[in-house]
């Protein structure tokens, strides 16, 4: 269907440098460019009653444009021409691409912004918008509360403009102006000054239909007035469906939002690694809108006391607000009681120093009678007293009495401490109870070099821990869950 003032898309191909578009060719200015200056208010009404007269046409053939804008109409001297109908669909049918100009919805009807189909009332809008601008040299903002009347901005400006404005820019397509009607409008105000008819397109509607009343009418035959009330009743049920689906689509959507916008809100755990009790509470209660909760407290010979060695979630995790974070604090580092070494060998000592995370210190020779060459006389810190896991271990060894002194020498006897004691090997499994969110479990060997702590981490609810464990002599074997002991058996 040829459509008066609307020229067509002539061919379309894709070329090597981009898209190609054959259109027919309209000479003339496009409405774009004939804003950019400010036309006195008869012009502008001039070339809104051509525009309007091509969008009458439109619409008697059954053809609504639904997205003018300036840059879309052509003013030429035969009148106004409206292109790209359908250009932005069509392209991205075949094409696959489609063409968007954001600067142009401010002049599409508030109902084609929504997603609705496009209707007559739409490029009536869209009309009234360009006029608007046109007569007060403002754009309008899409859904304003409200916007000034064109007579307070332009004062030139009749308030019949006002009324004719309004008709076209009503927030519902039924209410504005048809077309047609709009045209006689603007014609009357170019030419008077000032509309003849002042009442909106309802109340001329309401006023020919109590003409109609008024006049007598003849009965209608049995058979349409049964069809009448059919119909009247079928659509008075089928408004009332649609009414009831809209005010249950708008709960459910109100619901919907109500729900989305009530969700707690989501942050991020930081890293509190070394930092205090106190900080850590504050900054997760009141700044980070989550529970602080101290789970147990392990020894750290690298995060000082009273400060956190990690949390659960850890660090980085995307966690919602309202939410536990448990933390492990430092109780500081390991103390343990020392051993007594003294009568033993120095290879002994000094292996027992090691599996104790101690720290050899200084080893002086000395002369004594009665401790035989190799063996410990003196210890520094004394056997018995509690010290911290790191600690440096003084020992004081025999050399034999003087006379079997060697002059010079500083060798030392290397025993095997294990040397004769069978090694005995065996297995550990444990499982973390689903109770505890985070738990912290070790492995301690006891066997005839004293006690060994070989495993020694944090777990989550559920993990499994398997561990191979070995010892000479007699051998047994601990698992404490959070210092609880709860297991233990002989290799």
């Given at each position: 269907m040829l459509l008066p003032c609307a020229p067509g898309l002539v061919e379309a191909s894709r070329e090597t440098d981009g898209l190609l578009l054959v259109r027919d060719f309209v000479e003339g200015l496009s409405l774009e460019k004939?804003?950019?200056?400010?036309?006195?208010?008869?012009?502008?009404?001039?070339?809104?009653?051509?525009?309007?007269?091509?969008?009458?046409?439109?619409?008697a053939n059954g053809?609504?444009?639904?997205?003018?804008?300036?840059?879309?109409?052509?003013l030429t001297h035969e009148g106004a021409v409206?292109?790209?109908?359908d250009q932005a669909a069509a392209v991205a049918q075949t094409f696959g691409v489609s063409v968007v100009r954001p600067d142009a919805l401010v002049y599409v009807a508030p109902e084609v912004r929504a997603g609705r189909n496009a209707r007559p009332g739409s490029d009536v809008y869209?009309?009234?918008?360009?006029?608007?601008?046109?007569?007060?040299?403002?754009?309008?903002?899409?859904?304003?509360?409200?916007?000034?009347?064109?007579?307070?901005?332009?004062?030139?400006?009749?308030?019949?403009?006002?009324?004719?404005?309004?008709?076209?820019?009503?927030?519902?397509?039924?209410?504005?102006?048809?077309?047609a009607q709009a045209v006689e409008a603007l014609s009357k105000l170019r030419e008077l000054g000032e509309p003849q008819q002042r009442r909106s397109p309802r109340e001329l509607r309401r006023q020919r239909a109590r003409a109609r009343e008024e006049q007598p009418r003849a009965p209608l035959p049995w058979g349409v007035t049964a069809t009448l009330g059919f119909y009247r009743v079928l659509f008075t049920i089928l408004g009332t469906i649609l009414v009831s689906a809209t005010t249950l689509s708008g709960l459910a959507y109100g619901t919907y939002r109500w729900l989305d916008e009530s969700r707690p809100t989501e942050v991020i755990i930081p890293d509190v690694t070394g930092m205090t009790k106190d900080r850590a509470k504050t900054l997760f209660e009141?700044?980070?809108?989550?529970?602080?909760?101290?789970?147990?407290?392990?020894?750290?010979?690298?995060?000082?006391?009273?400060?956190?060695?990690?949390?659960q979630p850890g660090p980085g995790r995307k966690v919602r607000a309202g939410r536990v974070v448990q933390a492990i604090l430092s109780s500081g580092p390991a103390q343990l009681t020392m051993p007594r070494l003294v009568t033993g060998t120095q290879s002994?000592?000094?292996?027992?120093?090691?599996?104790?995370?101690?720290?050899?210190?200084?080893?002086?020779?000395?002369?004594?009678?009665?401790?035989?060459?190799?063996?410990?006389?003196?210890?520094?810190?004394?056997?018995?007293?509690?010290?911290?896991?790191?600690?440096?271990?003084?020992?004081?060894?025999?050399?034999?009495?003087?006379?079997?002194?060697?002059?010079?020498?500083?060798?030392?006897?290397?025993k095997d401490p294990n040397a004769g004691k069978p090694l005995r090997k065996g297995k550990v499994r444990v499982t973390v109870p689903a109770s505890d969110s985070i738990c912290w479990v070790k492995i301690v060997v006891h066997d005839?070099?004293?006690?060994?702590?070989?495993?020694?981490?944090?777990?989550?609810?559920?993990?499994?821990?398997?561990r191979a464990v070995e010892g000479h002599g007699t051998t047994s074997v601990e698992v404490f869950l959070n210092d609880q002991l709860v297991q233990k058996k002989d290799l």
């Open positions: 004939w804003l950019l200056k400010r036309h006195a208010p008869a012009e502008v009404l001039s070339r809104g009653v051509e525009i309007l007269q091509s969008v009458a046409a439109w619409h053809v609504v444009h639904g997205m003018l804008h300036p840059g879309n109409i052509i409206l292109t790209d109908y869209s009309v009234g918008v360009v006029l608007y601008e046109a007569l007060t040299g403002r754009k309008l903002v899409p859904d304003a509360p409200e916007r000034p009347k064109p007579s307070e901005v332009n004062k030139e400006l009749s308030p019949g403009v006002d009324l004719v404005l309004e008709g076209m820019l009503k927030p519902e397509p039924d209410d504005r102006y048809p077309a009141q700044t980070l809108d989550l529970q602080f909760s101290v789970s147990v407290e392990q020894a750290s010979k690298d995060v000082p006391a009273g400060a956190v060695i990690i949390t002994d000592a000094l292996d027992q120093v090691q599996r104790l995370g101690l720290k050899q210190g200084i080893i002086q020779k000395q002369a004594d009678d009665t401790i035989p060459d190799g063996y410990v006389i003196k210890q520094e810190p004394e056997a018995g007293r509690r010290v911290e896991s790191g600690a440096q271990v003084n020992l004081w060894v025999s050399t034999g009495p003087d006379d079997k002194r060697r002059r010079g020498a500083d060798a030392e006897q290397a005839v070099n004293g006690e060994q702590i070989v495993y020694n981490k944090v777990h989550n609810a559920g993990d499994t821990v398997s």
